[in-house]
């Protein structure tokens, strides 16, 4: 069975930061982009990151360039996403998705995607 399992997010001040993970199972980094949405109460669905071990390539939403850092851990079947100075407009939940043989380049444009997560809130209080 394809799955992703987030978890760390939280509750935390302005200016703090959180480390989300996401474990995927099911499937290997090789064949599937991987990456984090996510959707603010009221807001559409941002593209937030994307690592894409078969396309050599990687993304980072402009909103979170400089304050966030996605990585992976492919021997965990992990990626990460290392949440600084953070801001009230990072409240959401945060979710963790794969899509197969695709560029990162394109992930901020895709809406259906083939696995995702359950979603991990997080909430930055000011």
């Known amino acids: 069975e394809v799955q992703l399992v987030e978890s760390g997010g939280g509750l935390v001040q302005v200016g703090g930061s959180l480390r989300l993970s996401c474990v995927a199972s099911g499937f290997t980094f090789d064949d599937y982009a991987i990456g984090w949405f996510r959707q603010a109460p009221g807001k559409e669905r941002e593209a937030v990151s994307c690592?894409?071990?078969?396309?050599?390539?990687?993304y980072l939403a402009d909103s979170v360039k400089g304050r966030f850092t996605m990585s992976s851990d492919n021997a965990k079947n992990t990626v990460y996403l290392q949440m600084s100075s953070l801001e009230p407009e990072d409240t959401a939940i945060y979710y963790c998705?794969?899509?197969?043989?695709?560029?990162?380049?394109?992930?901020?444009?895709?809406?259906?995607?083939?696995?995702w997560g359950q979603g991990t809130p997080v909430t930055v209080s000011s």
């Open positions: 690592i894409s071990v078969g396309y050599g390539n990687s």
């Open positions: 998705a794969a899509e197969g043989a695709v560029s990162c380049a394109n992930w901020r444009y895709l809406r259906i995607l083939e696995v």
